[in-house]
C-alpha cells in the first residue's frame, strides 16, 4: 500500500489578511518611531552571559570539586532550571532568528540546545515550521501529540486511563527533556519526519554534526560526570537535572496552548484542510498568554510568558514583547478578535488542569 501524502493544512486564502496586515504596520511604526531593532538588545546580552556563567560555574563545580550528594544535588539542580532558563532565552531566540541582526550570532545561539543534549536540527522543524504555523492543528502539531500516556486534544483518542491524566500529567512532563535527548531526536533522525511532516533533507556535514553533538552530551553528562562522582550519584544527579528541566519546558510551553481557552483544529491525514481563519487571527485563537505582569517570570522564561506576541512575531526578541503586547491587544479589540490572558500563573495551571480533566473524562 502506498503511503499518504502529506498535505499541508491552508488558511483561508481567499478571505486575505486584514487584521495581519494592520498589526504588522502598527508594530513596523513602533520600531521605527522609536529607532530601535526588532532583535535582541544589551539587556538580553547580559542575560546571556549570566546564564551561561551560572550553568558552566554549576557544572565545574560537580565534575572538579566532586562533592558528596547533599551538595551535588543542589548544583544538579541549578542545572536543570538553568537548562530550561537557557533553552528558554537564548535558543528559542537564536533559533527563531530574534536574537541578534547577525546570523552567525543566532546560529551560536540556537546551536546552545546541542550542547544541552537536544538537536537543533530537528527543533526547527519541529517548533519553527510546524508547531509555529499549524498550531492546535490535531494530527499535525506535533507539540500537543505527547503519546498515548495523554490526551491533549479532541480528536485524539480516549483510553480509560485517561480519566486520571489530570493527576499523573507532571510526572511525564518531568521526563520530557530525557525523552526528548534519548529518543525523539533519534526518532526523528531515522523516520526523517516529525510527525506527519518530513523533514527537509540533511546535508553530510549536517548528518556529522547531530552525532558529534549527542556524542559530546554524551561525553559531557554521562561519561565524565559518572567517572567523578560515581554510577548511583550520576543517575541521581542526572535524573534530578533532566526531571527539572522537563518539567518546566513542558509547562511553560502546555499553559501556552493546552487549556480550555484553546482552540484545536482537526485534521485527517492525507485530505486537504482549509482553516475559517487567517493564520494570525487562527494563532490568536489556539494561544494563551498568563502572568505578564511578573517581572521575573517574563525575565526567567524569556518571554514566553507572551506567547501570542512570540507565535505573531517570532522573529522579533522576546524582549520586545511587553510592548508589543499593547499594540495587539488593541488591534484586537479594533477587529473583535478575542485575546486569551491569564492574569496569574496559577490561573493558567488550573485551565490547563481543567482541560486535561475534560480531556479525560469526554469522548
Known sequence: ?????????????????????ELTKRVNAYFEQNNISPKGNAKLYVKTGVLIGGFLAAYLGLVLAAPGFEVAWMLWLA?????AAIGFNIMHDGAHGSFSKHNWLNEMAG???NFLGASILMWKTKHNTVHHTFTNIEGVDDDIDAGAMLRMAPSQERRGFHRFQHLYFS??????Y??????TDYKKYFSGKVGQVPIPKLTRFQHISFWAWKALHLGLFVGLPMWKLGFLPWLGGFMLMGMSAGFVLSIVFQLAHVVT????TPYVHGETLETEDEWAIHQIKTTANFATKSRFLTWFLGGLNFQVEHHLFPRISHVHYPDLAKIVKQTCDEFNVTYTEFKTFASAVRSHVQHLRMMGQMA
Open 1 to 21: 500500500m502506498s503511503e499518504i501524502r502529506f498535505r499541508a493544512p491552508r488558511f483561508a486564502p481567499k478571505a486575505g489578511q486584514p487584521f495581519y496586515q
Open 79 to 83: 542545572l536543570g532550571l538553568l537548562t
Open 111 to 113: 546551536h546552545s540546545v
Open 171 to 176: 510526572a511525564l512532563y518531568a521526563l520530557l
Open 178 to 183: 530525557i525523552y526528548w535527548v534519548v529518543y
Open 261 to 264: 481557552e484553546a482552540s484545536f
